[in-house]
């Protein structure tokens, strides 16, 4: 008995000595060599904005990219003095848009496409080669792709070229895509500013959509076009020198009218009317009717859904709103929200409803 009890106290002190030791080491291991941790909350000071890389001549530099790309800050506004911390905004402005999409207005058309014009344009370039178009002219720096001229299969058929030309999308981080056809007819030098086949620049639209949307998105960019394509977005959130905050939206008036009747509907707005003339949407919405308004009570708001409330029998309040478009001086759009009764609308509010409408402008 005497012999297991020091047995025990000795193997009791060699696990307590063990012990000891390791939270030593654990301790100069986390804390180093005064004891504490290293405040690293003020590395980023010490960062520097290098010039891009430089490659010698007739070298590629598709495959090189920023890891860690700093986006633009473009909406800015500034707080009230008695300010209420807003529920987030969700990390995709619309989870529904699409990967990529055909659109039109009257005679033009278009492709958007997720993603910044750098990315885009490798592969613009992959489906050239795949379909084994060659080409005549590239121009990065203003997104320009132009092949040769080829002979398509049939009788009758023309000589024909095409230019795909990449801009930045409405929205940070989109890219649209134009293509323009010309046949023999048009001459050898100069483009036409409308396809001289209308359907066979359809046609080579939707193969070109087509092949996009099968394709994944590839790594490599061009820093090229990443550079020269401003890929910020075509639409911010603003401030005047009065305080009042508009929609700033760098597009024609024509397109920038359809896409932002397009964007009421999409927030849940119901228009009334519509005075082209006065460029002035007549609206009314419903508070809470749109799917990303609902959740601003809270990931715990269900554990107190089987409490009475007096609010339940109370119809939800629809209040009427105009939409109204002003052209700039410099070429954009503002875009404003009034009550229709004349009243102020507070700044918090004005804020969140053009924020609302601003995610779906495309």
């Given amino acids: ?3 297991y009890r ?6 009791l002190k060699l696990t307590s000595m063990i012990i000891l030791l390791l939270q030593i080491t654990a301790c100069s291991w986390l804390f180093g060599d005064e004891g504490t941790f290293r405040d690293r909350s003020n590395d980023y000071r010490q960062a520097t904005v290098t010039a891009p890389l430089e490659l010698p001549e007739g070298m590629e530099s598709e495959s090189i990219d920023d890891r860690y790309t700093i986006p633009t800050i ?3 506004t500034t707080l009230d003095d008695d300010f209420e911390v807003p529920s987030p905004e969700p990390l995709a402005d619309d989870v529904n848009r699409d990967q990529v999409r055909i659109n039109s207005l009257g005679e033009q058309r ?11 344009w490798p592969r613009l370039r992959g489906f050239l080669s795949l379909n084994q178009l060659a080409v005549q002219h590239t121009d990065a720096i203003n997104g320009l792709i132009e092949t040769a001229w080829l002979q398509p299969e049939g009788e009758d058929a023309l000589r024909e070229r095409y230019r795909l030309r990449i801009d930045q999308g409405v929205q940070r981080g989109t890219s649209e895509i134009y293509v323009l056809q010309a046949d023999i007819r048009s001459g050898d030098e100069n483009w036409p500013q409308q396809s001289s086949n209308a359907e066979r620049e359809k046609i080579m639209t939707q193969e070109l959509a087509q092949y996009l949307a099968d394709s994944s998105a590839a790594a490599a960019v061009s820093m090229l076009a990443q550079q020269a394509i401003n890929s910020s977005g075509k639409i911010t959130l603003q401030e005047d020198a009065n ?12 397109r920038a009218w359809a896409a932002v009747g397009n964007a009421l509907q999409k927030s849940g707005f119901v228009i009334d009317d519509i005075n082209r003339t006065e460029q002035v949407y007549h609206l009314n919405y419903v508070e809470g009717s749109n799917s990303k308004e609902k959740e601003k009570d809270g990931i715990f708001s269900w554990m107190f859904d089987w409490a009475p409330s007096n609010d339940a029998d109370k119809p939800a309040e629809s209040i ?21 009764d004349n009243t102020e ?8 409803l053009l924020k609302l409408i601003k995610r779906n402008i495309t």
């Fill in 74 to 76: 473009s909406d800015r």
């Fill in 6 to 11: 020091l047995l025990f106290m000795r193997t």
């Fill in 1 to 3: 008995m005497k012999l």
């Fill in 320 to 340: 009427a709103y105009r939409v109204r478009l002003t052209d700039s001086n410099n070429g954009t759009i503002a875009i404003t929200i009034e009550s229709a």
């Fill in 110 to 120: 278009w492709i958007l496409v997720n993603g910044a014009p750098g990315q885009v």
């Fill in 345 to 352: 609308l507070s700044k918090s509010d004005t804020e969140r």
């Fill in 243 to 254: 305080n009042n905050i508009h929609i700033n939206l760098a597009l024609p008036f024509s």
